[in-house]
């Protein structure tokens, strides 16, 4: 492809990223929670409406300060150009370029992720995402925003020592996003397509693990897009097919529905003294 092609591109993307990116989110969303209305791989619980409304808040509460991250490191990235850094010193291709960001976003993402279940104030911060007592599409947004804010101050400086091509980065957070969002859908898969699929990517079963309320199970299965990472640091861990749909999700407390409530998912890292993940 001519350089002007992918310039054209990367100025269209650059010019409608929040756009895109809104589209991407809540049109995946859309498309994955009418799939998980079909092919359920749980019936839904008594807590559904107060889930979804807490989930749903927080995920546009979460994206005016996610717009608001990513106008700033790519205005700055566009601002500065950052030539230093690994990527352009070597002049690698884009491909290559691409699979090295990837590789490294996510094995950081792989160890944020760790370090937010091991550290107290972190755990007490991303509890709310695994206080959700079911599992499904809208999960994956339910954070506390002091989550992506910390993210943010780590994932920054190396974003700008590796000195990443816009697209990439772009193209990067598409990948999680979808993969994100998949991950956390209540969608049955065939057992067989499962088992194949989960060697590649992280499938629904394979991050359902992560949010069993048992603590060993919760402290498991933390990668984002490739599950190779807690295969290779050995926190990877497996029931059966069948197994699955019973198991308990959530955290041993915060299991009422009025649990739910934005107040107290906001105020949850600060007041809600049971939330622990000690042994
Ligand atoms: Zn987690």
């Known amino acids: 492809m001519d ?17 895109i990116q809104f589209a ?6 859309i498309l994955l929670f009418l799939i998980e209305g079909f092919v359920p791989r749980k019936q839904s619980g008594d807590n559904q409406a ?14 005016f300060f996610i717009i608001f991250y990513s106008a700033s490191v790519f205005g700055l ?30 094995q950081l993402t792989y160890w ?26 809208t999960t994956s947004h339910r954070h506390h925003t002091l989550e992506p804010m910390i993210n943010a101050l ?37 057992k067989k397509l499962d088992a194949v699929l989960r060697w590649f990517i992280v499938t629904p079963d394979f991050h359902r693990m992560h949010h069993s309320s048992e603590k060993q199970f919760t402290n498991s299965n933390y990668s984002a897009i490739f599950p190779w990472w807690d295969h290779l640091f050995g ?25 739910n409530r934005l107040d107290k998912l906001f105020t949850t890292p600060f007041i809600y003294k049971p939330v622990t993940n000690k042994d």
């Open 154 to 190: 780590i994932v920054t400086p190396i974003i700008f020592a590796l000195g990443a091509p816009f697209i990439i980065l772009a193209m990067y957070n598409f990948m999680h996003t979808a993969v994100s969002l998949f991950s956390h859908s209540n969608i049955v898969l065939p």
């Open 24 to 29: 991407a989110i809540f049109g995946g969303m």
């Open 112 to 137: 944020i992720h760790r370090m937010f279940h091991k550290v107290d104030f972190l755990w007490r911060i991303h509890a709310v995402h695994h206080t959700d007592t079911e599992i499904d599409v």
């Open 50 to 63: 107060s889930r979804w409304l807490s989930n749903i808040g927080l995920a546009i509460f979460n994206h």
């Open 235 to 259: 926190t990877a861990s497996k029931k059966t097919y069948e197994e699955l749909p019973q198991m308990e999700i959530g955290l041993e407390v915060m299991r009422k529905a009025e649990d």
């Open 3 to 19: 350089n002007s092609v992918i310039e054209l591109k990367q100025t269209f993307l650059q010019a409608n990223f929040h756009e």
């Open 77 to 106: 990235l566009t601002y500065f150009k950052p030539d230093s850094p690994l990527i352009s010193h070597f002049k690698l291709s884009d491909v290559f370029s691409f699979v090295i960001i990837v590789l490294v976003m996510e």
